[in-house]
């Protein structure tokens, strides 16, 4: 069912006067996922028309324009994604970590996406599998399932990854699986100083070699004393390592996954209205508990989409990445070896065979199933269907 509000709606209305206003700043990708959105399932792309083989009862059904940014198009996307990683999951605990970069790296991370986001991924993985491979902690090699995400609540900049690990790891010497404790993987604490470290160090390097560009406000950071002047407050903090219990179970894994993995900013069952206040929407405030954390709020629709394009990733850009266990090389016989070890004798089963490929919901009247009976290109309107009261008067003596 169509939400009464889409953030298509906003950008057909308001991205026109947007890109007038903005000519000129913003990039390739921004303009091409405003683009899409705007025109996704709409006679622009082309579609089918579907027809009940029972009563016949029929609907026009447009094309999507598939954008990993898209809020309509992630659902099929997370469902074929997950039915692949599905067999990945081991009958074993799966804990959820996130790792979060200061405000001040954040403001580095919006002129250097590509890189920073990169950096991000990469320190944080390597912080997890480091501490995970002492024979302090967990003395094995773990897999981790990494999404990253952009923004918070309120579609401000706010880039994180979240990950999901499994409780325990083959043994560094490959003959055993190492459990992790029931409600305890790996020490927040010290995961958040070699984060830090291995962080800062590389994000250094790229300044030196000169890799690293800003802009603006920021346009200063290029000299090497105003960088490291400001990253000086961010070395005394603490930084945000947040570890959850574990799931309870494998089929609360993949509702989690799915929820995470194919999320844009903001999805359309958030916005409330639209109208010349602006957008209102709902967010979460997680500054405050209860049924507080629940806030509504109200930008101007010019704000709305500057937030949302804050969050568009760079072309080529992988933001689900897999590493130790999982990782892409290695995968099948990880696992195949850590299901030996956990003495598992039958892999997951795969979703129903049954379901078609080309699934499309029911009739709407009488729940028969629908057939294609036209397509049509792209910007032509399907012919409607044939006037059956013209007929039968025509028929009539």
Sequence with gaps: MRASIEVADIFRAAGPAYRAAH??????????????????????????????????QWRIAYNSCRN???????GAAARTWLAEREADLLPVGYFHVVFTLPAEIADIAFHN???????????????????AADPRHLGARIGITAVLHTWGSAMTHHPHVHMIVPGGGIALGGGRWVFSRPAFLL??????????RLFLTRLLALHDAGQLGFFGTMAHLTERRAFLRHLAPVRGKRWGVY????FAGPEAVLAYLSRYTHRVAISNR?????DQDGVTFRYKDYRRDGVDRQQVMTLAADEFIRRFLLHVLPRGFHRIRHYGLLAGSARKASLALARELLDVTELPSPGDPEVPEDFRPPCSCCGGRMIIIET??????????????????????
């Design 243 to 246: 570890a959850k219990a574990p």
């Design 23 to 56: 000519a000129g700043h913003l990039s390739l990708a921004q303009l091409k996922v405003m683009s899409a959105i705007e025109y996704c399932r709409t006679a622009a792309l082309g579609g089918h028309v579907e027809a009940c083989e029972d009563c016949g």
């Design 68 to 74: 990993r940014h898209c809020p309509k198009c992630q």
């Design 270 to 274: 958030r916005l409330i209205a639209f």
């Design 376 to 397: 049509f290109e792209r910007w032509r309107q399907p012919r409607g269907p044939p006037d059956t009261t013209a007929t039968n008067r025509e028929n009539s003596p």
């Design 187 to 196: 020490p927040v604490r010290v995961l958040g100083k070699l984060f830090q």
């Design 113 to 131: 996406k590509a890189l920073v986001y990169d950096l991000l991924f990469k320190a944080a993985s390597e912080t997890m599998l480091t501490i």
